[in-house]
């Protein structure tokens, strides 16, 4: 941890850098969606990526973490107690450094996304807060996936105050 303006923030160590195994540093070319994918990271704005297959979607998601703001040290213990609750922290790991990346299968039920069951558990958007959630071919989610997904974005743009956009 490091105290910058005002603020703790987690650093990264080398062997937790080296696991972060994408760098967006690779990407080669696609100045464009570069570049709005730094504006949308920059903001904590979302994204739609589209384009033909093989243009880089996917690569360009996958890489996404690694020009995200540091964590701050709160943002570290919100998302650690959340993958503390949904069992996914390793035993013995401290704060998570790391934004996390999620990128759900276009099978996945919608508890599986949202959260909830008979024994309630956080999901895929649980998982990815403070992070990337990432929607990887659109057409093959299931309608009502979206419909929650929608209904969720709603629910947060109402309740955090509007940034401006120029």
């Known amino acids: 941890m490091e105290w910058y ?3 703790w923030l987690t650093t990264y160590s080398s062997a937790t850098r080296s696991t972060m195994q994408s760098n967006f540093k690779d990407v080669r070319g696609q100045q464009t969606a570069k570049r709005a994918l730094e504006i949308a990271c920059a903001g904590g ?3 739609l990526r589209i384009g ?4 880089g979607k996917t690569m360009l998601g996958k890489r996404m973490p690694t020009i995200l703001p540091p964590f701050i040290f709160e943002e570290a213990l919100e998302t650690t107690k959340i993958h503390s609750v949904a069992g996914v922290l390793d035993s013995g790991a401290g704060l998570v450094g790391v ?8 099978t996945i039920s919608d508890a599986g996304l949202i959260g909830g069951g008979m024994i309630p558990h956080p999901g895929e958007v649980s998982l990815a807060h403070n992070g990337v959630l990432s929607l990887d ?3 093959e989610f299931r ?3 979206w419909t929650l997904c929608v209904s969720l974005w709603k629910m947060v743009q109402s309740a955090s105050p509007a940034l401006p956009c120029h």
Request: hydrophobic share 15%.
């Open 5 to 7: 303006l005002g603020r």
């Open 45 to 47: 704005r979302n994204i």
């Open 52 to 55: 033909p297959p093989g243009s």
């Open 99 to 106: 934004r996390p990346l999620r990128s759900p299968h276009h």
């Open 137 to 139: 071919e659109p057409p």
């Open 143 to 145: 309608a009502t996936c």
